[in-house]
């Protein structure tokens, strides 16, 4: 007899069969009417049966002082709805399978109206748990200084490379992750779709590669919802924690190690976290 958890995964690979693409215009709109809030998502509406069910939304978990009712938490739906016959389907699979569909929580959809507060202004808090490694600073100097050297700005890549190795002495799997065009991060829980098609779950831990040499790695631990890789950086390399004994390309892609990643304050600290033996 399957599991709960496997119920629910397959009535949600089932909505997720049936929903529309979200649309990157909407979300990025969705990070400018939020002051550039570090959104959550997106996320697949597939347990609640309401109207939206089938569609995607992202989340902000911030305080909205200027928002209609101060909605915590605020969201927005990012992709069509389904048709009332695809909706139907949903709940007949879900009765025929002994899931009860439950009715959505009480929230409010983005709805940022300026409006409301006057001439409040407003300090927009930095996003939660996100590394800023860019240069802050203003670039004032005195006229009496000349500038001699233009140093360009790092160039932002629009794809970021995952090598994924997932069991011992096995090639790893390769996931390409588009960039979003608001935000000068990979953030994995942005791309919890397509990671969990490489079975890749937002509350899964991994490992990051941090140095590597023949026979030699160093990795950092994470939950995958935690890491916010630079787009400056072009690929990274990360495994699963079971894994032992790594698939010799593995020295292929040392070059793509992320020295930084074991600084960064969301890094699991495990004093058995300190090496894998090639």
């Not at 397509?194 to 939950?223: C, N, R, V």
Request: glycine content about 4%; charged content about 25%; overall charge negative.
């Amino acid at each position: 007899m399957p599991t709960k958890a496997a119920v629910l995964a397959a009535l949600r690979s089932f909505v997720d069969g049936l929903s529309r693409p979200y649309s990157e215009e909407k979300y990025d709109r969705s990070v400018q009417d939020c002051w550039g809030h570090d959104l959550f998502g997106p996320y697949l509406q597939f347990k609640k049966d309401d109207f939206h069910l089938g569609q995607w939304y992202v989340l902000c978990h911030v305080d909205h002082p200027r928002a209609r009712g101060r909605p915590r938490p605020t969201f927005r739906y990012i992709s069509p709805p389904l048709t009332s016959v695809q909706r139907s389907a949903v709940r007949d699979w879900a009765a025929n399978h002994g899931v009860t569909l439950s009715s959505p929580a009480r929230g409010r959809e983005f709805h940022i109206d300026v409006t409301q507060a006057g001439n409040l202004t407003i300090n927009p808090a930095p996003p939660a748990g996100v590394i800023d490694l860019t240069d802050l600073s203003d670039g004032t100097r005195s006229p009496s200084v000349e500038i001699t050297r233009f140093v360009p700005a790092p160039l932002l890549r629009d794809m970021l490379v995952v090598y994924y190795f997932f069991e011992d002495e096995t090639l790893p799997k390769i996931i390409e992750l588009p960039a979003r065009a608001s935000i000068n991060q990979f953030l994995m829980r942005h791309h919890e779709r397509q990671l969990l098609d490489y079975e890749l779950k937002q509350s899964d831990t991994i490992d990051i590669l941090t140095f590597g040499a023949p026979g030699f790695e160093m990795w950092s631990k994470f939950h995958v919802r935690d890491l916010a890789i630079p787009r400056t950086m072009p690929a990274i390399v990360i495994s699963g924690t079971r894994v032992n004994k790594f698939h010799p390309s593995i020295e292929a892609v040392y070059e793509h190690a992320y020295q930084d990643a074991a600084k960064l304050p969301e890094r699991i600290v495990d004093p058995d976290d300190a090496s894998h033996s090639a």
